[in-house]
């Protein structure tokens, strides 16, 4: 079994800047793709950016260039640093690992004020 724990959302203004962090503990055996995910309510839950087990990253569209995803494995942990942010990024954003199971962390809310 493996856990996900998601910290760093919170309130910031529009242009503003935060960092989130995702640890995972448990039963991890190997360096797993990790990515970041975030839900609006009443949306689908959508990729924000993964990062493969050799450091490859992709990232939606919307936050290329503003957003960027890091891991350090010794650490069990992944990050999302998310620079000028905006309005229409707020959502709970969720941390994904992708093992011999799929894992879901529980979310942590971020709310961007214009």
């Known amino acids: 079994q493996v856990q996900l724990v998601e910290s760093g959302g919170g309130l910031v203004q529009s242009g503003g800047s935060l960092r989130l962090s995702c640890a995972a503990s448990?039963?991890?055996?190997?360096?797993?793709?990790m990515g970041w995910y975030r839900q609006d309510p009443g949306k689908q839950r959508e990729l924000v950016a993964r990062?493969?087990?050799?450091?490859?990253?992709n990232y939606a569209d919307s936050v290329k260039g503003r957003f960027t995803i890091s891991r350090d494995n010794g650490k069990n942990t992944v990050y999302l640093q998310m620079n000028s942010l905006k309005p229409e990024d707020t959502a709970v954003y969720y941390c994904?690992?992708?093992?011999?199971?799929?894992?879901w962390g529980q979310g942590t809310q971020v709310t961007v004020s214009s």
């Open positions: 448990g039963s991890i055996r190997s360096v797993y793709p």
């Open positions: 994904r690992l992708e093992g011999p199971y799929t894992y």
């Open positions: 990062i493969n087990s050799g450091g490859s990253t």
